[in-house]
Nanobody
């Protein structure tokens, strides 16, 4: 079973930046689409960004132009660079993998990493 560990969250002021990391226990991202989800308090988990093993990307409309998803396959690690953060980006962020952007992820959900953006 593949294990995914998210890190890099924190408290930042609006307009700031954070870089989230997703470390995988195997070369799962070379075979599947990597995705980042987030869940804000009282809201459903939503897909934020995804990248296929061929490099095609998807972004939620509200993060386009601010977030960038990437993978370093040699490290089995995925990243989510988040710039110009807004208070509405506050959420727990989770990574996962699957067979497509809009298909249910295949992996187990980890603990996620908390992102808090203050005004």
């Amino acid at each position: 079973q593949v294990h995914l560990v998210e890190s890099g969250g924190g408290l930042v002021q609006a307009g700031g930046s954070l870089r989230l990391s997703c470390a995988a226990s195997g070369r799962i991202f070379a075979m599947y689409t990597m995705v980042w989800y987030r869940q804000a308090p009282g809201k459903q988990r939503e897909l934020v960004a995804g990248i296929t093993n061929g490099g095609n990307t998807y972004y939620l409309d509200s993060v386009k132009g601010r977030f960038t998803i990437s993978i370093i396959h040699a490290e089995n690690t995925g990243y989510l660079q988040m710039n110009n953060l807004k208070p509405e980006d506050t959420a727990v962020y989770y990574c996962n993998y699957g067979s497509g952007f809009q298909r249910p992820p295949l992996g187990s959900w980890g603990q996620g990493t908390q992102v808090t953006v203050s005004y």
